[in-house]
């Protein structure tokens, strides 16, 4: 019996030519091998890693403590041959970084000639990962040695930072505004924020009644939010009613909140008081948490303005403020589109009265705020501020607040302010702002201040009062006497308008803004100079359109009203 044994020397060249045959004889023979027997033998696998990226949840580029993440990878065999039970060895060839979770030995199984597999490599980042560096080392093997070129990955990693899931902002109102009522609906409208340092996973919301005889209106109550990012919002609106068996006088509504480890969520309870009166979109009733991450701006339903109002201890008890704010002239006039409205101005009203009387120190009993306010109860107001001066003599100040619609007369062009229930096309009932002016002037105040965030050309926020007015027609200026400072939104023909992303008038805005930063003590010079600047710059850039506020003084003041200051007499 012949025994013949093939010894095959593979030196990676094309073609080969070989070997001896041993046999019981001492003679020597040569094999010569056919053309598809040398082709066999030849055919070589050639593993390479290929398309290599990393993964992660929060995209960016780090592992996180508490993250998943992979590795993707492409194992690509280019040679001829078949590769056979290939596998992926994963390691860290730097082991003192503590908590990583990884797959150190994932199974590919055969890889034919030129064809390719995708392999993932899971990698977790557990609570206790160490900050640092990660050098994976990624090894593709094959059973009989023909290995691919290893592959070395550097990711940085970063410990755990907790996250911190709050209410950051909240509103109540009704669908239509007006007084919150038993067997209505009511809306709660509130923000969601990751305000920690880290990620937030699998946030959940939960809204919950503590008292009976209060229901969901809506299609659900709980909300599956998902991942937060740090400083990520989530808006969410809830729809409930209570019932007339309801006996209390507040609805609590508890906000419950989750998230995957249980610990970095806080939740919150809502207080909503039946028959108290909410707008539609402006009353702003829980503020934001101020106690967020120095670089995190909190999410709010409101303006920046309406919320940390300063607050000034002293108070001045001569000092009288009138406010008001005409928004709603479509419910006293029929006949006018709701476009006629001045949006925001009950807001622009209600924020300046808390600013008058936390910050400019006016006593609460001196500071009379009119919302939607007709001819007569302006007047009636102005004539009781004016009495209240003059009994009081010079030490006396008058700070008046006005936002709505303003209008000139056509033909004298004299300014007069819009009651709600004055139709532009008549102003024999609507308010002279000439008669303002020398009212408060024969008061015989030390000090008045008069804001005006309305325009008299015939324009609006939104529209004209006038819709059917083709030109607008340029004020008179009024001739003031006594110790007045007038401030007011827009010149000429301009429009007075909305800043909408803060839900108040633009000039409203930029004077409250101002008076929160300084916490009013400014002089008029120097607030006058940053409503002039922010006003003008931010119109044109937000409503397209310019809107240049001015300022009117008296003789008797026109040398000393820039040194005046806001909260000092």
């Given at each position: 019996?012949?025994?013949?044994?093939?010894?095959?020397?593979?030196?990676?060249?094309?073609?080969?030519?070989?070997?001896?045959v041993?046999?019981?004889?001492?003679?020597?023979?040569?094999?010569?091998?056919?053309?598809?027997?040398?082709?066999?033998?030849?055919?070589?696998?050639?593993?390479?890693?290929?398309?290599?990226?990393?993964?992660?949840?929060?995209?960016?580029?780090?592992?996180?403590a508490?993250?998943?993440?992979?590795?993707?990878?492409?194992i690509?065999?280019?040679g001829?041959g078949?590769a056979?039970?290939?596998?992926?060895r994963?390691?860290?060839?730097?082991?003192?970084?503590?908590g990583?979770?990884?797959?150190?030995?994932?199974?590919?199984?055969?890889l034919?000639?030129n064809?390719?597999?995708?392999?993932?490599?899971?990698?977790k980042?557990?609570?206790?990962?160490?900050?640092?560096l990660?050098?994976?080392?990624?090894?593709?093997?094959?059973?009989?040695?023909f290995?691919?070129?290893?592959?070395?990955?550097?990711?940085?990693?970063?410990?755990?930072?907790?996250?911190?899931?709050?209410?950051?902002d909240a509103?109540?109102s009704?669908?239509?505004?007006g007084?919150?009522?038993?067997n209505?609906?009511?809306?709660?409208?509130?923000?969601?924020?990751?305000?920690?340092?880290?990620?937030?996973?699998?946030v959940?919301?939960?809204?919950?009644?503590?008292?009976?005889?209060?229901?969901c209106l809506g299609?659900?109550?709980?909300?599956?939010?998902?991942?937060?990012?740090?400083?990520?919002?989530?808006?969410?609106?809830?729809?409930?009613?209570?019932?007339?068996?309801?006996?209390?006088?507040e609805?609590?509504?508890?906000?419950?909140?989750?998230?995957?480890?249980?610990?970095?969520a806080?939740?919150?309870?809502?207080?909503v008081?039946?028959?108290?009166?909410?707008?539609?979109?402006n009353?702003?009733?829980?503020s934001?948490?101020?106690?967020?991450s120095?670089?995190?701006?909190?999410?709010?339903?409101?303006?920046?303005?309406?919320k940390?109002?300063?607050?000034?201890?002293?108070?001045?008890p001569?000092?009288?403020?009138?406010?008001?704010?005409?928004?709603?002239?479509?419910?006293?006039?029929r006949?006018?589109?709701?476009?006629?409205?001045?949006?925001?101005?009950?807001?622009?009203?209600?924020?300046?009265?808390?600013?008058?009387?936390k910050?400019?120190?006016?006593?609460e009993?001196?500071?009379?705020?009119?919302?939607d306010?007709?001819s007569?109860?302006?007047?009636?107001?102005?004539?009781?501020?004016?009495?209240?001066?003059?009994?009081?003599g010079?030490q006396?100040?008058?700070?008046?607040?006005?936002?709505?619609?303003?209008?000139p007369d056509?033909?004298?062009?004299?300014?007069y302010?819009?009651?709600?229930?004055?139709?532009?096309?008549?102003?024999?009932?609507?308010?002279?702002?000439?008669?303002?002016?020398k009212?408060?002037?024969?008061?015989?105040a030390?000090?008045?201040?008069i804001?005006?965030?309305?325009?008299?050309?015939?324009?609006?926020?939104?529209?004209?009062?006038l819709?059917?007015?083709?030109?607008?027609?340029?004020?008179?200026?009024?001739?003031?006497q006594?110790?007045?400072?007038?401030?007011?939104?827009?010149?000429?023909e301009?429009?007075?308008?909305p800043?909408?992303?803060?839900?108040?008038?633009?000039?409203?805005?930029?004077?409250?803004k101002?008076?929160?930063?300084?916490?009013?003590?400014?002089?008029?010079g120097?607030?006058?100079d940053?409503i002039?600047?922010?006003?003008?710059?931010?119109?044109?850039?937000?409503?397209?359109k310019?809107?240049d506020?001015?300022?009117?003084?008296?003789?008797?003041?026109?040398?000393?009203?820039?040194?005046?200051?806001?909260?000092k007499?």
């Amino acid at each position: 019996m012949k025994t013949r044994i093939f010894i095959l020397i593979l030196l990676f060249v094309s073609t080969v030519s070989y070997g001896q045959v041993i046999s019981g004889k001492s003679e020597k023979k040569k094999i010569i091998f056919t053309k598809s027997e040398r082709s066999y033998v030849t055919q070589l696998p050639d593993l390479i890693i290929t398309g290599e990226k990393f993964i992660d949840e929060n995209e960016n580029n780090f592992i996180d403590a508490n993250e998943s993440c992979e590795i993707n990878l492409m194992i690509e065999n280019i040679g001829e041959g078949l590769a056979e039970n290939v596998k992926v060895r994963v390691s860290l060839k730097n082991v003192e970084i503590g908590g990583l979770d990884y797959q150190k030995l994932i199974t590919v199984g055969d890889l034919q000639g030129n064809s390719s597999k995708i392999v993932s490599i899971p990698i977790k980042g557990n609570i206790n990962l160490a900050e640092g560096l990660a050098e994976f080392m990624i090894e593709v093997l094959e059973e009989r040695g023909f290995d691919a070129f290893p592959l070395e990955i550097k990711i940085e990693t970063r410990e755990f930072a907790n996250a911190k899931v709050i209410v950051a902002d909240a509103v109540f109102s009704t669908e239509d505004g007006g007084l919150i009522k038993l067997n209505y609906p009511i809306v709660l409208k509130v923000i969601i924020q990751n305000i920690g340092e880290g990620d937030a996973k699998d946030v959940i919301t939960e809204f919950k009644f503590p008292n009976p005889n209060c229901f969901c209106l809506g299609e659900k109550s709980r909300f599956v939010i998902g991942n937060l990012g740090r400083g990520e919002t989530r808006e969410l609106e809830f729809l409930f009613t209570a019932t007339r068996r309801y006996t209390l006088n507040e609805i609590p509504v508890l906000v419950d909140l989750f998230e995957s480890l249980n610990e970095y969520a806080r939740d919150t309870t809502l207080y909503v008081s039946l028959e108290q009166r909410l707008t539609a979109r402006n009353e702003v009733v829980i503020s934001g948490i101020v106690t967020e991450s120095p670089d995190i701006k909190l999410a709010s339903l409101s303006s920046e303005v309406d919320k940390n109002i300063p607050v000034n201890r002293t108070k001045h008890p001569y000092r009288y403020a009138l406010i008001i704010g005409n928004e709603d002239y479509t419910r006293y006039q029929r006949g006018l589109n709701t476009e006629t409205n001045v949006e925001f101005a009950r807001n622009d009203a209600s924020i300046f009265r808390d600013y008058a009387v936390k910050t400019l120190g006016v006593n609460e009993m001196n500071a009379h705020l009119l919302k939607d306010a007709t001819s007569g109860e302006i007047c009636q107001k102005i004539d009781l501020i004016s009495k209240l001066a003059s009994k009081s003599g010079e030490q006396a100040e008058i700070i008046f607040y006005y936002a709505g619609h303003g209008l000139p007369d056509e033909q004298t062009r004299a300014p007069y302010l819009i009651p709600v229930d004055v139709s532009g096309t008549n102003l024999d009932a609507a308010v002279k702002l000439e008669d303002i002016y020398k009212k408060f002037a024969e008061s015989g105040a030390g000090k008045v201040t008069i804001f005006l965030d309305a325009c008299f050309s015939g324009g609006g926020r939104d529209a004209g009062l006038l819709a059917a007015r083709s030109v607008k027609v340029k004020p008179k200026d009024n001739l003031i006497q006594g110790n007045l400072v007038v401030f007011t939104a827009s010149s000429g023909e301009q429009s007075a308008l909305p800043i909408e992303g803060e839900q108040h008038g633009m000039f409203t805005f930029y004077l409250l803004k101002k008076i929160k930063d300084t916490q009013g003590d400014i002089t008029y010079g120097e607030l006058s100079d940053y409503i002039t600047k922010n006003v003008s710059l931010e119109s044109l850039r937000i409503n397209q359109k310019e809107q240049d506020p001015t300022v009117s003084v008296s003789p008797s003041v026109e040398g000393s009203w820039q040194s005046w200051n806001l909260v000092k007499y």
